[in-house]
Nanobody, 117 residues
Framework: QVQLVESGGGLVQPGGSLRLSCAASGNIFIVNAMNWYRQAPGKQRELVASIRSGGSTNYDDSVKGRFTISRDTAKNTVYLQMNSLRPEDTAVYYC???????????WGQGTQVTVSS
């Protein structure tokens, strides 16, 4: 079992920045990739950014150049630095962990990000 705890959400004005954190605990040795998803009201959950065990990263086109996913392996923590935030970035952001074959997945509880003036 892997436990994930997110933090760092909140209310920010358009153009502002936030940094989300996701602390992992438990059997983290099985984790092959860590992901950030988001879900806006009335919309499906969508993948925002991923970081794999080798360090490679991927981003949804809507956040490329604005969001950065990173990790601190010593702290078992993954971050999502969000810059130049837009109202359409408003959503609940979820941290996700998967193993190599995607036969195991874990989710955090989610953290609300609201971009509004």
């Amino acid at each position: 079992q892997v436990q994930l705890v997110e933090s760092g959400g909140g209310l920010v004005q358009p153009g502002g920045s936030l940094r989300l954190s996701c602390a992992a605990s438990g059997n983290i040795f099985i984790v092959n990739a860590m992901n950030w998803y988001r879900q806006a009201p009335g919309k499906q959950r969508e993948l925002v950014a991923s970081i794999r065990s080798g360090g490679s990263t991927n981003y949804d086109d809507s956040v490329k150049g604005r969001f950065t996913i990173s990790r601190d392996t010593a702290k078992n923590t993954v971050y999502l630095q969000m810059n130049s935030l837009r109202p359409e970035d408003t959503a609940v952001y979820y941290c996700n962990a998967v193993n190599e074959l995607h036969t195991y997945t874990a989710w955090g509880q989610g953290t609300q990000v609201t971009v509004s003036s």
